[in-house]
């Protein structure tokens, strides 16, 4: 099948990757076509859309035209209401109105009706130079509920947390499967555990403060998240001692959280090696470092005018 996502604003490759990371939890058998400026041309099998943070929408593509020359377009199936709405990829001059009259009645027949208040199938019509793109859209992410998950927001809570599209993206970044087992070392009040048991992830947690533990633990229930095992203990210690661990998700503490109060470097170096003993394949972290260990970061993520922050995933087997 073929899609063309929109792509959040927000960071210029963080959402590429995502997504990419996103649909290879499906299959390898995908590719990117094209991308034009927060558009991204792709093909794919069946996905589930709906666990991605920083794409907008997602829709299926149907049609292909010349925007001078619209088919009749009854031979898509559409059962009830829909609506039209123009995207303009490139170019200004084009009626966006005036192009969804046109498009819609192509569209019209004896099974559905035109609604653009409520409808019920909506067809992106994305224009390029003088080609339309004719797509139903799939997935429609308006952000409303990872605001409804923040921090302070939680039965239990702490200043110091991740914002919780961005611990999403964490999540997906790690191409984590859904079943697979997710580590996070250092996991607080539990951002990242809850932001991937709702995706279903089994999760695992360790946490050297006992209210911590506690507060992680709450959290998680408030959410439902069943598959889920948190320990009190020093991260390095206990991460031989939870189990395997598909994929390791954490935001690195800054060297507060260990008993041993390690430097950064070492804190990495741990995770590799801890990594490797425990089966994990990928290693998702983030930090205030630009280069740890001889590695770099493969994005660097603004927080504030004061604050950047690095994200570095790695492969330990291959380290």
């Known amino acids: 099948m073929y899609y063309i996502g929109v792509l959040s604003g ?52 149907v049609k292909k035209f010349s925007i001078d020359s619209i088919p009749d377009l009854k031979d898509i199936d559409i059962d009830g209401s829909f609506a039209v709405r123009p995207y303009i990829i490139e170019g200004d001059c084009v009626d966006k109105r005036e192009l969804a009259a046109k498009i819609g009645e192509k ?30 859209k799939v997935f429609e992410n308006d952000g409303e509920s990872f605001e409804e998950r923040r921090s302070h927001l939680r039965p239990f809570s702490s200043p110091v947390s991740l914002h919780p599209k961005l611990a999403r993206c964490l999540v997906n970044l790690s191409g984590v499967k859904n079943g697979n087992f997710l580590l996070d070392p250092f996991c607080g009040t539990g951002g990242i555990l809850i932001e991937a048991g709702m995706i279903g992830v089994k999760v695992k947690g360790i946490d050297k403060d ?13 959410f439902e998240i069943k598959e889920k095992e948190i320990i009190e203990g020093d991260a390095f210690e206990k991460m031989l001692t939870i189990g395997d661990a598909d994929v390791i998700v954490t935001d690195l503490p800054y060297g507060r959280a260990s008993k041993k109060n390690l430097g950064m470097e070492e804190m990495v170096k741990n995770i590799i090696e801890n990594g490797k003993k425990i089966g994990t394949d990928r290693i998702v972290f983030m930090v205030n470092k630009e280069e740890l260990c001889g590695l770099k970061p493969d994005f660097k993520y603004f927080v504030h005018r004061s604050l950047d922050r690095y994200i570095y995933i790695l492969n330990p087997q291959n380290l």
């Open 10 to 61: 927000e960071h210029n490759k963080i959402p590429l990757a995502e997504l990419e990371a996103v649909i290879g939890t499906v299959s390898n058998d995908y590719s990117v076509m094209e991308k034009k400026n927060k558009t991204v041309f792709f093909r794919a099998g069946d996905i589930d859309f709906s666990r991605l943070a920083y794409t907008k929408e997602v829709s299926e593509m």
């Open 107 to 136: 569209l019209g027949g004896k099974n559905n009706y035109v609604d653009l208040e409520e409808p019920e199938n909506v067809f992106r019509a994305f224009v390029t130079e003088n080609k339309v793109f004719l797509s139903r």
């Open 210 to 222: 006992p209210k911590m533990v506690k507060g992680c633990i709450r959290n998680l229930e408030h």
